[in-house]
């Protein structure tokens, strides 16, 4: 492989997170906020790695006695290209050599997250699982085909049929091992799961007019209407689609919990009820994540 085609730092690091080989976990936490990399230090025992170069922040350290690594990402789908490409090749390629190993480590990637709510009937402070995710993003045109096609096609015949546009809708779903732990008893955070729509930007992109109007200023009502086998879309975010699809091409393991902060249907932006703070909910769901990456093998 040439030097170009994966680039390192002169210390032999990895281009991006800086981050050398045995440095990183094959259980990872991923963060959009680097933030939260500093709130969930001090759930773990020991930290023995850590690094931040660009808008990635990292620590590998011991959780109950389990390696795990927390990567703060950034907002998007390219950044999330950029920490999963690298990730996997930490794990699975001989920089030095430019060649991968013969053997494949598996990945266990899990984004904790906050996200925009759809449905009525679903409070502020719920904690969503993205058992399914749509993207309209460009990633998949430039990797092979892994969208879940019965999905991408109702979608897509929907989409067009409410707003009369072509978009090209993608579509993906979480890994087994992570619909598993979403099936046990959750105690943390009230909790829904569903289909997360990930857009490809925060304002109009999710149907936000500022000074430029939205194109479809009507997208969460439009997204908040479909539902497929049953299943409803729960959620607006920026990360989960790209993310579980490149996983798939990858053969990785992926899952995402996303906590609900603004509700788009009634307006509301941040819950004040009585209950926990926004911060306390996250450090909740920062440790129900690494306790799940706790049981990946």
Not at 19 to 25: D, R, T
Not at 35 to 60: C, D, K, Q, Y
Not at 199 to 206: I, L
Request: charged share 20%.
């Amino acid at each position: 492989m040439k030097a170009s085609e994966l680039p390192l730092r002169p210390d032999g690091s990895i281009y991006h997170l800086a981050m050398q080989p045995g440095e990183a976990s094959h259980r990872c936490l991923l963060v959009g906020d680097p933030g939260r990399v500093a709130m969930s230090e001090p759930l773990f025992a020991r930290i023995l790695h850590r690094r931040s170069n660009r808008e990635f922040t990292w620590i590998t350290g011991l959780y109950k006695d389990t390696l795990i690594t927390v990567i703060g990402t950034g907002i998007g789908a390219d950044n999330t290209e950029i920490a999963l490409i690298e990730l996997d090749a930490i794990h699975n390629i001989d920089l030095s050599r430019g060649i991968p190993f013969p053997t494949q480590k598996k990945l266990y990637l899990l984004r904790i997250g906050t996200s925009g709510l759809l449905q009525e009937d679903v409070s502020l402070g719920t904690a969503v699982f993205s058992e399914w995710a749509i993207g309209v993003d460009s990633l998949p045109f430039f990797y092979d085909e892994a969208s879940e096609k019965e999905l991408e096609r109702t979608f897509t015949e929907y989409w067009h049929k409410r707003t009369g546009a072509s978009l090209p809708w993608y579509a993906t779903r979480a890994s087994e091992f992570f619909c598993q732990r979403a099936q046990e008893t959750i105690k943390e955070l009230p909790w829904t799961q569903g289909i997360t729509y990930s857009a490809p930007g925060f304002f109009a992109p999710q149907g936000r007019s500022v000074r430029l109007r939205a194109r479809f200023a009507e997208l969460p009502q439009v997204l908040g209407s479909f539902s497929y086998a049953g299943v409803k879309i729960q959620n607006i975010e920026m990360e989960v689609a790209p993310l579980y699809y490149l996983a798939r091409l990858l053969g990785h393991e992926a899952g995402a919990i996303c906590l609900g902060v603004a509700h788009r249907q009634r307006g509301e932006f941040v819950y004040r009820d009585g209950g926990f703070s926004p911060e306390e909910a996250m450090r909740r769901l920062l440790q129900l994540g690494l306790d799940w990456l706790r049981l990946a093998p």
